[in-house]
């Protein structure tokens, strides 16, 4: 197998992912789907060589001693890809996701308004949030654009592994690989802060030091962006309060109360011209009302309601109102709809003009929907998020 060839089809064909594997050919995902390449079954040695190939000798001491490593690498007048090579039934096997060479415009994701605005805050903690492949990196990179072509900041990120590359504008950018130019996010963080950074960027937040970081730099007045991979708003604060002891749970609370800005979790969903994929974003924004749901662990149900209700103050909106929006625009078909809304049953009476009249969530909503003349129509181009 000639691996530039396998991955110059992966971008011609608008894959999302490549998966190699001993004993099968290669296998790409395109708008969310595995499709197999026409191509005679790998064997372990050509995998072998895939391995050599792309790791430096640090990355092949530990593949050997972990079974998988995780890596970047860039393939001229191509792309740059984010990889992970693992040890499967004794033989190597790797997933390879392709990463634009050009930082994309925040503009041109499709994503809500709110998150250029809140891109632009001084200070406070802004997650991303969503499963593997939802376009959490894709939406902070558009982000961290924002910034560097808008204001003069100095951003620091720690990446694992680092996907698209910022260079500077008006901002300076300093990106920062683990494994490469720093141990762990551990010790990324343990010096962050002596680094005089405006912004700073986590990759990914896995464990109590992580979060920890993360709520002390935001509390000291930096701005500072990570992911978590967690489903939704609600579900993202429980998982923060997990990571600590119930005895600190209550001064968590009031740190993650007065520190963060917002949530926003995110879910890809199949055009219905077939032509890509669309996000669909849930934000909540830190409000008076929602920071009394952070404080207090008994109002966290209030949560979602609250989500609901924000839309033309806050700029907030649920996952189920974001499928309606893109379900009315003709963006994605009801069937799509259906299968990733919260609450399939109420959407489904909602689509049809039946609610409750207690109801009063979506009131904001659908006065936004009436005022803006929300109607059906087509994105331009493709998907802005692959």
């Known amino acids: ?37 026409e191509n005679p079954p790998l064997t372990s040695e050509e995998m072998e060589a895939v391995a050599q190939q792309l790791l430096t000798q640090d990355q092949q001491e530990t593949l050997t001693r972990a079974r998988e490593v995780d890596f970047g690498f860039g393939v001229t007048g191509l792309a740059r890809f ?9 033989t190597m ?21 709110i998150l ?20 959490k990196s894709t939406t902070l990179a558009g982000m961290i654009d924002l910034i560097n072509r808008t204001a003069a900041k100095n951003v620091i990120t720690a990446e694992d592994p680092i996907e698209f590359l910022h260079r500077d504008r008006n901002s300076i950018i300093s990106q920062r690989e683990l494994g490469q130019d720093t ?9 962050i802060l002596r680094q005089d950074p405006d912004v700073i960027l986590i990759g990914e937040i896995r464990d109590r030091e992580t979060m920890s970081v993360a709520l002390m730099a935001a509390d000291t007045g930096h701005l500072v962006f990570s992911t978590l991979h967690t489903v939704d708003a609600p579900q993202t604060v429980n998982r923060i309060i997990s990571f600590y002891p119930p005895h600190q749970h209550e001064e968590v609370r009031y740190l993650l109360a007065s520190s963060l800005r917002a949530v926003i ?5 199949p055009r219905s011209d077939g032509k890509g994929r669309v996000p669909a974003v849930e934000v909540m924004v830190n409000t008076e009302a929602v920071r009394e749901c952070l404080l207090d662990a008994t109002r966290s149900s209030n949560l979602r309601s609250l989500i609901a209700e924000g839309v033309s103050q806050y700029g907030m909106q649920t996952f189920d109102q974001s499928l309606m929006d893109l379900y009315r625009r003709n963006w994605i078909s009801l069937e799509e709809a259906m299968r990733h809304a919260s609450m399939p049953t109420e959407f489904a009476l909602r689509v049809k003009g039946i609610h409750a009249s207690s109801d009063a969530t979506w009131t904001a909503f659908e006065q936004e929907a009436l005022a803006t003349g929300v109607k059906e129509s087509r994105p331009e181009g493709e998907a802005g998020i692959p």
């Open 93 to 113: 096997a790797a997933a390879i996701r392709a990463i634009p060479l050009e930082v994309p415009m925040l503009e041109s994701l499709h994503l809500p308004p």
């Open 82 to 90: 984010r990889a992970n090579i693992y040890v499967q039934r004794n």
């Open 265 to 269: 979790s995110m879910r890809l969903i």
């Open 1 to 37: 197998m000639e691996l530039r060839r396998v991955l110059e089809l992966m971008i011609a064909r608008g894959a999302s992912d490549l998966h190699l594997r001993a004993g099968g050919p290669p296998v790409l995902r395109i708008n969310g789907k595995l499709k197999p390449i």
């Open 116 to 135: 250029a605005e809140l891109a632009q805050r001084r200070n406070g903690l802004i997650l991303v949030t969503g499963t593997v492949g939802s376009g």
């Open 183 to 191: 141990e762990s996010y551990g010790t990324a963080l343990k010096h």
